[in-house]
């Protein structure tokens, strides 16, 4: 989720950079390169003209056979613009935040750029637990993919991208109408996300709801009036509206909090006036598995939310885990359970939203059984630039993506070995610590103190280290290094890190150096802005690090912020008249 911006009144700033934008050098070079591989006769040669089975590629193949079925090589983009066909093919998978902040930043006419998404549109993730109430319309949280497009001369292709073929380096493509292609590319940019975990708990797939697309939210919200006015038939009983009035959320995240929040909101500020008899049998439960809810902010803010709750009468179920999830039935089994206590509950519901975490997409998990170097099967494994490993000429970013932390011990070690020397100075000790930073911006916030450090773990009182004090330091600051959340905020960064690295190799036109250049360039460097929750009641938390608050007035913060984030004037201009329409009118309780 993308929770971030303001402090209290401490503003944090935000980070713009202004990128250049560089003419393109060096033209003529690059097209009589790249002709030979841009020419056909048509967009589309079809497989019975030559048909390829070999373990490499010429460029003149126009169908590959691929378990059986010969499938066409597409080699030429319908619709771009005649001078983009000669330049570097860049395909862009996704349309989410880090696709469309590479959209957004990406020179245009530098590529002949192809982004291929299931979805013609990005969606505004962070405010889908208020698109499942009405308090905001789906299509204010919407902007078409082909619109964003624009800015950087961008084709627009609605599949799905089903694999990846790193060694001919060709992307298969699986439309919704049952068709397939291949697609050649010279830059791979992977930015498809993840999907919903179910950590193999049977029958949450069939019996839950996700909260992570559109459809998810327009589904819950259908599903909320249904309960209502089935409970409201003059025949049903009081047990049945019980039943179908307890809601469950299956997670103590920022997803499941927030729409905890929302359903709240929603029945004692709209349903209530409509279906007051039934208000009383409404209730919702929040399972969560560790010991707080919003266990990834500061205590403080954790024991805020959970006090807010508690006193709206939400029903926090904290350390308990859930086995199984049947029809309209979750079961949980308690941790930490006193003597003689049944340790296994089983809650009615009518609803149940699943938001306990994310897992890899099956197109992620195709790339990652090609790469011998990929041993993480939750996410592709990235360099500090954002280059996968084990590939050439391809990036992941945002859900899809992990960027591997570096083995600060293996390094010193080998630092050790070329100087030839048993123990260090502090003059010393600091250069290789500032040359790790450099290398490895997440460790930077671990490494600040350095002359405490040098002393805290220099035993001997000898002002050196010696191997054994060395390793036992980076050790400890290994045991601390963490992968990145997996927020918008994340991914957002990442995309327009990648878009100006783009740029800037787009400037030279001898393509056989982009390498050398690249690996010169400055490592991805995370700046954190903070997160923020709702937490309902017209309150929202903010978290930044050892420092957070909550209130009537963060909320101010938290809806200002995400305005800020629209990617069009017409998203931020629909999202504030929704807040308005709230305020005025209330939400529209009409089942549709």
Same mark, same amino acid.
């Given at each position: 989720?993308?929770?971030?911006?303001?402090?209290?009144?401490?503003?944090?700033?935000?980070?713009?950079?202004?990128?250049?934008?560089?003419?393109?050098?060096?033209?003529?070079?690059?097209?009589?390169?790249?002709?030979?591989?841009?020419?056909?006769?048509?967009?589309?040669?079809?497989?019975?003209?030559?048909?390829?089975?070999?373990?490499?590629?010429?460029?003149?193949?126009?169908?590959?056979?691929?378990?059986?079925?010969?499938?066409?090589?597409?080699?030429?983009?319908?619709?771009?613009?005649?001078?983009?066909?000669?330049?570097?093919?860049?395909?862009?998978?996704?349309?989410?935040?880090?696709?469309?902040?590479?959209?957004?930043?990406?020179?245009?006419?530098?590529?002949?750029?192809?982004?291929?998404?299931?979805?013609?549109?990005?969606?505004?993730?962070?405010?889908?637990?208020?698109?499942?109430?009405?308090?905001?319309?789906?299509?204010?949280?919407?902007?078409?993919?082909?619109?964003?497009?624009?800015?950087?001369?961008?084709?627009?292709?609605?599949?799905?991208?089903?694999?990846?073929?790193?060694?001919?380096?060709?992307?298969?493509?699986?439309?919704?109408?049952?068709?397939?292609?291949?697609?050649?590319?010279?830059?791979?940019?992977?930015?498809?996300?993840?999907?919903?975990?179910?950590?193999?708990?049977?029958?949450?797939?069939?019996?839950?709801?996700?909260?992570?697309?559109?459809?998810?939210?327009?589904?819950?919200?259908?599903?909320?009036?249904?309960?209502?006015?089935?409970?409201?038939?003059?025949?049903?009983?009081?047990?049945?509206?019980?039943?179908?009035?307890?809601?469950?959320?299956?997670?103590?995240?920022?997803?499941?909090?927030?729409?905890?929040?929302?359903?709240?909101?929603?029945?004692?500020?709209?349903?209530?006036?409509?279906?007051?008899?039934?208000?009383?049998?409404?209730?919702?439960?929040?399972?969560?598995?560790?010991?707080?809810?919003?266990?990834?902010?500061?205590?403080?803010?954790?024991?805020?939310?959970?006090?807010?709750?508690?006193?709206?009468?939400? *029903?926090?179920? =904290?350390?308990?885990?859930?086995?199984? &999830?049947?029809?309209?039935?979750?079961? #949980? @089994? /308690?941790?930490? $359970? +006193?003597?003689?206590?049944?340790?296994?509950?089983?809650?009615?519901?009518?609803?149940?939203?699943?938001?306990?975490?994310?897992?890899?997409?099956?197109?992620?998990?195709?790339?990652?059984?090609?790469?011998?170097?990929?041993?993480?099967?939750?996410?592709?494994?990235?360099?500090?630039?954002?280059?996968?490993?084990?590939?050439?000429?391809?990036?992941?970013?945002? *859900?899809?993506? =992990?960027?591997?932390?570096?083995?600060? &011990?293996?390094?010193?070690?080998?630092? #050790? @070995? /070329?100087?030839? $020397? +048993?123990?260090?100075?502090?003059?010393?000790?600091?250069?290789?610590?500032?040359?790790?930073?450099?290398?490895?911006?997440?460790?930077?916030?671990?490494?600040?103190?350095?002359?405490?450090?040098?002393?805290?773990?220099?035993?001997?009182?000898?002002?050196?280290?010696?191997?054994?004090?060395?390793?036992?330091?980076?050790?400890?600051?290994?045991?601390?290094?963490?992968?990145?959340?997996?927020?918008?905020?994340?991914?957002?960064?990442?995309?327009?890190?990648?878009?100006? @690295?783009?740029?800037?190799?787009?400037?030279?036109?001898?393509?056989?150096?982009?390498?050398?250049?690249?690996?010169?360039?400055?490592?991805?460097?995370?700046?954190?802005?903070?997160?923020?929750?709702?937490?309902?009641?017209?309150?929202?938390?903010?978290?930044?690090?050892?420092?957070?608050?909550?209130?009537?007035?963060?909320?101010?913060?938290?809806?200002?912020?995400?305005?800020?984030?629209?990617?069009?004037?017409?998203?931020?201009?629909?999202?504030?008249?929704?807040?308005?329409?709230?305020?005025?009118?209330?939400?529209?309780?009409?089942?549709?």
């Amino acid at each position: 989720m993308f929770r971030s911006l303001f402090a209290k009144v401490k503003i944090v700033p935000r980070r713009l950079v202004n990128f250049p934008r560089i003419a393109v050098a060096g033209v003529s070079f690059t097209c009589a390169f790249l002709a030979y591989r841009s020419y056909t006769p048509s967009n589309l040669i079809l497989a019975e003209d030559k048909t390829f089975n070999g373990p490499t590629l010429t460029g003149e193949e126009s169908s590959l056979k691929i378990d059986g079925v010969d499938v066409p090589i597409v080699r030429n983009f319908p619709g771009q613009d005649p001078g983009d066909s000669t330049r570097p093919r860049l395909i862009i998978l996704g349309t989410g935040w880090g696709a469309t902040s590479i959209l957004k930043e990406l020179n245009p006419g530098q590529y002949s750029t192809v982004v291929i998404s299931k979805t013609n549109y990005f969606l505004f993730t962070p405010l889908l637990p208020e698109a499942t109430t009405g308090t905001v319309e789906s299509r204010s949280l919407q902007e078409s993919a082909r619109k964003i497009c624009l800015k950087s001369r961008a084709t627009f292709w609605e599949g799905e991208a089903y694999d990846v073929l790193p060694d001919l380096k060709l992307v298969h493509v699986k439309t919704n109408d049952g068709s397939q292609f291949l697609v050649p590319y010279d830059k791979l940019v992977i930015s498809i996300g993840a999907q919903n975990a179910t950590f193999g708990v049977p029958g949450v797939k069939e019996n839950t709801n996700f909260l992570k697309t559109i459809n998810d939210a327009r589904q819950i919200r259908y599903q909320l009036m249904n309960l209502f006015e089935r409970a409201a038939l003059p025949l049903t009983t009081e047990e049945e509206k019980t039943k179908l009035l307890s809601f469950v959320v299956a997670g103590g995240g920022p997803t499941g909090v927030e729409f905890a929040a929302a359903l709240h909101d929603f029945i004692h500020e709209d349903v209530s006036k409509h279906f007051h008899h039934l208000v009383p049998y409404a209730k919702v439960h929040i399972i969560q598995s560790s010991e707080h809810i919003l266990n990834a902010f500061a205590e403080t803010i954790s024991q805020f939310a959970e006090h807010k709750f508690r006193r709206g009468g939400i *029903d926090l179920i =904290t350390q308990a885990r859930v086995t199984k &999830v049947e029809p309209n039935k979750i079961i #949980f @089994k /308690k941790k930490n $359970v +006193k003597p003689g206590e049944n340790d296994t509950v089983e809650l009615d519901f009518g609803l149940c939203v699943w938001s306990t975490g994310i897992e890899a997409r099956d197109t992620t998990k195709r790339i990652i059984a090609r790469l011998s170097q990929q041993q993480n099967t939750k996410a592709l494994i990235t360099d500090a630039r954002l280059k996968v490993k084990g590939a050439e000429d391809i990036y992941a970013l945002g *859900d899809a993506a =992990t960027i591997e932390n570096p083995k600060l &011990v293996n390094l010193v070690i080998e630092r #050790f @070995k /070329k100087a030839g $020397v +048993k123990e260090i100075l502090y003059e010393d000790f600091e250069k290789i610590c500032r040359e790790i930073m450099e290398k490895h911006p997440q460790t930077r916030v671990h490494l600040k103190k350095l002359e405490k450090m040098f002393e805290d773990y220099d035993e001997d009182g000898s002002s050196t280290l010696d191997m054994v004090e060395l390793e036992k330091l980076f050790k400890n600051i290994n045991s601390k290094l963490t992968s990145l959340p997996a927020t918008a905020q994340v991914a957002s960064q990442q995309g327009k890190y990648l878009a100006n @690295k783009l740029n800037k190799l787009s400037d030279v036109a001898n393509t056989f150096s982009w390498k050398s250049i690249e690996d010169s360039m400055p490592p991805f460097d995370y700046f954190h802005l903070g997160s923020f929750s709702y937490i309902g009641g017209e309150n929202a938390v903010y978290d930044f690090g050892n420092y957070g608050q909550g209130g009537w007035w963060v909320t101010l913060l938290w809806r200002g912020a995400y305005l800020s984030e629209q990617v069009s004037l017409r998203t931020r201009t629909l999202l504030a008249m929704d807040w308005m329409k709230k305020k005025l009118f209330g939400r529209d309780i009409s089942r549709s």
